[in-house]
Each structure stands twice: as C-alpha cells, then as structure tokens.
C-alpha cells in the first residue's frame, strides 16, 4: 500500500488543522492505521491509531482530547483532526499502515509497519 499525505501548514497556537491520509489499494480495510509525528532532535512518536473498521482507537496521551482520528473506508482515506494546537505539536506528521492494529499501537521501530508515507509539515506559532 502507498501512503500520503496531506494538509499540514502553519497555525497559531490554538488553531486547527485536518490532516488527510489517502491510500493506494482497495485492501484498505485490510490495515490498521495510524498518525505519528517527528519534531526536531526527537524520536518519532504514535499520535493516534484506528483499527480497520474504525470502532477502536488510540490517542497518545498529549493529544487526548483535542485530536481525532478517524477513516473512510470506501475512500480509502484517513484523516487526523487537530484542534487546539500548541506549540509542542509541531512536528513532521506521518501516516502509516499495517495490517495489524497492535503492532501500531505498540511498535517501536518504523520498520515493523508495512507502509508509510512521506510526511506533511505541521508547525504550530506560539
């Protein structure tokens, strides 16, 4: 599956952004999905996870609350929406995809998951 990106921008502080993953195969429904990020000097960290119907998710706890995750199957699309953003939230933004929803849950290395994409910049001004 390819992956990528898009709608990530410049926002103030409190702002919102929609971040958009599309996908390249009908076997979407086949992968879990998920949303990490890299600020800079850091590692890359899970922001949210969706399972492949969408009926369980995961939300890293410094975006509980003002993120959502979310995906449309007959679209092959999934998006993130970021409200209230801070300033710690800036970051590169990656969507990736693998076919089972706990190894994006739980996976420490980028190469456990089978797909990524190329990243959408997202930087939030204080």
Sequence with gaps: ?????SGG????????????????????TSYAMGWFRQAAGKERELVAAINWS?????????????????????????????????PEDTAVYYCAADPEYIVVVTSTSKNALDAWGQGTLVTVSS
């Design 9 to 28: 921008g410049l926002v103030q502080a409190g702002g919102s952004l929609r971040l958009s993953c599309a996908a390249s195969r009908r076997t979407f």
């Design 54 to 86: 969408g009926d369980s998710t995961y939300y890293a706890d410094s975006v509980k609350g003002r993120f959502t995750i979310s995906r449309d199957n007959a679209k092959n699309t999934m998006a993130l929406q970021m409200n209230s953003l801070k």
């Design 1 to 5: 599956v390819q992956l990528v990106e």
